[in-house]
């Protein structure tokens, strides 16, 4: 008798017969208990801890996929970086140069730069584009789609500053630069 009102009562709260929702709150619940049952007066700790647990594990997810999508657009023009780096290390070699080669080697590298970094920000936009439709714009609200868009931009300019930090010197030490 106490089994069919249970039963009733489940039909009533979960009218499908798809157990993972009614299995997936028991174990949230039971864990809440286990969780109150070990740290007895240090629940709210608890709490607080599993909390600054979930949202590390977030940003974790949302800077790996910002370190992809900046990769992703630096492989994109890793050719012609490594193009112009050679060309201008080669031209640093050889031991008849001109003032006039010189200037023409600056304006090629200024030049070289700039198309290099149009391309890498418009491969970083289309790949970012792509990530927000694919997970963001969907299934969030607005306020989360702020919030992961801006900590998206952050780990994204955080890699770039990266890159710039590794090709600054190479970019420098060309020998019309010194």
Same mark, same amino acid.
């Given at each position: 008798?106490?089994? *069919?009102?249970?039963?009733?009562?489940?039909?009533?709260?979960?009218?499908?017969?798809?157990?993972?929702?009614?299995?997936? &709150?028991?174990?949230?619940?039971?864990? &809440?208990?286990?969780?109150?049952?070990?740290?007895?007066?240090?629940?709210?700790?608890?709490?607080?801890?599993?909390? #600054?647990?979930?949202?590390?594990?977030? !940003?974790?997810?949302?800077?790996?996929?910002?370190?992809?999508?900046? &990769?992703?657009?630096? #492989?994109?023009?890793?050719?012609?970086?490594?193009?112009?780096?050679?060309?201008?290390?080669?031209?640093?070699?050889? +031991?008849?140069?001109?003032?006039?080669?010189?200037?023409?080697?600056?304006?090629?590298?200024?030049?070289?730069?700039?198309?290099?970094? #149009? $391309?890498?920000?418009? +491969? !970083?936009?289309?790949?970012?584009?792509?990530?927000?439709?694919?997970?963001?714009?969907?299934?969030?609200? !607005?306020? *989360?789609?702020?919030?992961?868009?801006?900590?998206?931009?952050?780990?994204?300019?955080?890699?770039?500053?990266?890159?710039? &930090?590794?090709? $600054?010197?190479?970019?420098?030490?060309?020998?019309?630069?010194?």
């Amino acid at each position: 008798m106490l089994k *069919e009102q249970l039963k009733k009562i489940k039909e009533r709260i979960f009218p499908k017969k798809d157990d993972t929702v009614l299995i997936i &709150l028991l174990s949230i619940f039971l864990f &809440l208990i286990a969780i109150i049952n070990l740290s007895g007066d240090r629940f709210g700790e608890a709490v607080w801890t599993i909390d #600054f647990i979930l949202f590390g594990g977030a !940003l974790l997810i949302i800077m790996v996929i910002a370190g992809f999508a900046t &990769l992703k657009s630096l #492989f994109f023009v890793a050719a012609e970086l490594s193009l112009l780096i050679f060309l201008s290390q080669s031209y640093c070699d050889i +031991s008849n140069r001109s003032i006039v080669s010189d200037n023409a080697l600056k304006t090629f590298v200024v030049v070289g730069l700039l198309y290099i970094i #149009f $391309n890498f920000f418009h +491969s !970083l936009y289309k790949t970012v584009k792509k990530y927000y439709k694919k997970s963001i714009e969907k299934n969030t609200s !607005l306020k *989360e789609r702020i919030f992961g868009v801006i900590v998206f931009l952050i780990f994204t300019t955080f890699f770039m500053v990266q890159i710039y &930090l590794i090709v $600054n010197p190479i970019i420098l030490n060309i020998c019309v630069y010194k």
